[in-house]
């Protein structure tokens, strides 16, 4: 037998016929020959150890950042998880094109996955040893950290290049807007060609700026400015252009918003601005506050004056002045007066009403606004409260459940961030989910308990809650390999395979996360065993046993 820790050679891999997949990832559409290349080398890696290739997954032109938006690779990690794989190795050309992370982490997540359900992850660009040391994990973590290192820095030059362009006067991306165009400059400064929407530049040398579109479309924008100094509003103006028919630079019709962007961009008096939102690193869109903006003034060639530009600034300003709590509920119940009903769109719609999202921010939600008032909408809205309530409810008891397992067995229990599964003994994934308790028009209690069939958990833990959703009323410890579907409905008396994981407590899941010595561990299988043939038992407890050192 093997001893662990001990490295296969070559000829002792090529005896073992093993079958694998290939993944193959660019990141660009401009990196034609990549796939072909990749391919041509794992396929000589696997050729040199005698590995049979089964299954190719590519993802084409996709941003190795994220896992999201990669099909093949979800393909890759669905097929594992779910068993449909013939393969027991993953092959890729090195660690990059698993993927630049932007947490480097989450290389390391994925592996795992995999590896859980043994499949092998191996880079080409290493020794194909079937086994893991200490070093290859230090150097893995080295090259995922360089991996997303490399995409920090490149998101760095990038930000600084577009920053320069900027400052020079030039446009980078984005449609021109109504009344404006953009114009292709050559390497020299030259006008080359105005751009129509979706056309882009084809050289690197080449340049966009803006310039005024036709003398009706400039006169146009200049008259939206005018309607506003003389107190028109926004949607009415809109209304007037859609009247007159007029469309904005995509051809659809005006609204409040498409308004609001003329009468604000800075780019109608020939203002250059770059970075109000962004999202680098593939993370989530944010609005920038003003001194992170890049302004480059004076670029083009304005179509409004600075002054109408500025006064029309004022009067936008005025509206959406600081606004007090007891100034917005004013507004609200009038508008409740109004109407007769309120909503979120009722709000958003109403032209002197603050956006809705406003009162969610500064009342804790819309429903909180509504009984500061005294409105009473004809909708029950008490499953919201109730939702949030059990939302609050399930982090509790995640943390309490880790908390008496961590006090139980002495380590720290691991809690996935993301998925909020919690790793036992560091095999057994568990989820915990709460059901909300609904009542029949009959007076019967009903839960109905959602796994996360997505997460393949090996248990799910039930939390069923009482009638009035506010204290927990018992358990379900279900485990996967009984229970696979996606979703089980309860009633207050089940079946007794059913009832048989019901618990009043998570004592028994408390238990099964405590570790005991290897003799024990033999000792109460050889129990167990005589136990089934003979019909008698044992002492449950050897004389004189002591802790295992393995």
């Known amino acids: 037998m093997r001893q662990p820790g001990i490295p296969y050679t070559r000829e002792e891999i090529k005896k073992l016929h093993l079958r694998s997949a290939i993944y193959i990832r660019m990141s660009t559409e401009l990196q034609v ?37 990669r099909g093949q690779f979800q393909t890759l990690l669905d097929d594992v998880d779910s068993g449909r794989n013939s393969f027991s190795i993953v092959l890729y050309l090195d660690d990059s094109r698993w993927g630049r992370f932007v947490d480097s ?8 996955r995999l590896e859980r359900n043994g499949v092998i992850c191996q880079a080409c660009d290493k020794p194909l040893t079937m086994t893991t040391t200490i070093a290859d994990r230090i150097m893995t973590m080295l090259s995922d950290e360089n991996a997303s290192d490399y995409c920090r820095q490149l998101s760095q030059k990038v930000f600084v290049g577009q920053r320069n362009l ?29 751009l129509c929407i979706g056309q882009r530049k084809s050289l690197q040398t080449e340049r966009v700026v803006l310039v005024p579109g036709p003398q009706l479309e400039c006169d ?12 028109k509003k926004e949607n009415e103006i809109a209304d007037i252009l859609n009247a007159e028919g007029w469309k904005t630079d995509f051809g659809r019709p005006w609204t409040r918003g498409t308004v609001r962007e003329v009468l604000t961009n800075e780019k109608y008096i020939g203002n250059n601005l770059f970075n109000r939102c962004s ?23 304005p179509v409004v004056d600075a002054e109408r530009f500025f006064a029309a600034q004022k009067i936008i300003q005025e509206r959406h002045r600081k606004i007090s709590n007891e100034e917005l509920l004013e507004r609200l119940s009038s508008l409740q007066r109004q109407s007769e009903r309120l909503s979120a769109m ?8 603050p956006p809705s999202s406003l009162y969610r921010h500064r009342f804790g939600g819309l429903l909180r606004a509504y009984h500061l008032i005294g409105y009473i909408s004809e909708r029950d809205y008490r499953y919201v409260e109730i939702n949030q309530r059990l939302r609050a409810m399930h982090s509790n008891i995640v943390l309490q459940t880790v908390a008496d397992i961590e006090k139980l067995c002495g380590r720290k229990i691991f809690v996935d961030p993301v998925t909020n599964l919690l790793e036992l003994n560091y095999h057994l994934f568990i989820s915990i989910v709460i059901s909300r308790c609904f009542i029949t028009p009959s007076g019967l209690r009903r839960w109905k308990i959602r796994f996360d069939t997505g997460l393949h958990p090996d248990i799910t833990v039930a939390v069923r809650m009482n009638a009035a959703n506010d204290t927990i009323h018992d358990y379900y ?13 309860l009633q207050d008396e089940n079946t007794d395979l059913l009832d048989s994981f019901r618990a009043d407590s998570l004592e028994y899941l408390l238990g099964m996360s405590v570790n005991i010595g290897l003799d024990k561990a033999v000792y109460y299988d050889k129990l167990r065993n005589y136990s089934c043939t003979s019909g008698r038992s044992l002492h449950p407890e050897p004389t004189g046993a002591q802790p295992s050192n393995c």
């Open 33 to 69: 020959e990549s796939p072909e290349n990749q391919e041509r080398e794992i396929r000589a890696y696997a050729e040199k150890y005698g590995i049979e290739i089964v299954k190719i997954y590519a993802d084409l032109g996709v941003s190795g950042m994220t896992a999201e938006k």
């Open 105 to 112: 982490r989450d290389a390391d997540y994925y592996r795992m």
């Open 166 to 194: 900027i400052l020079k006067g030039y446009r980078q991306g984005g449609s021109a807007g109504f009344g404006l165009r953009r114009m292709l400059l050559t390497e020299t400064g030259e006008p080359k060609q105005e």
């Open 220 to 231: 146009k924008v200049l008259w939206m400015y005018d309607q506003l100094l003389v107190g």
């Open 279 to 301: 999202g680098k690193l593939k993370s989530k869109q944010r609005k920038n506050p003003e001194h992170e903006w890049v302004r480059k003034e004076r670029a083009f060639q």
């Open 346 to 353: 009722i709000i958003d719609e109403s032209e002197d009403m």
């Open 477 to 489: 410890i279900l485990p996967a390999l009984e229970f696979g579907q996606a979703d089980l409905k």
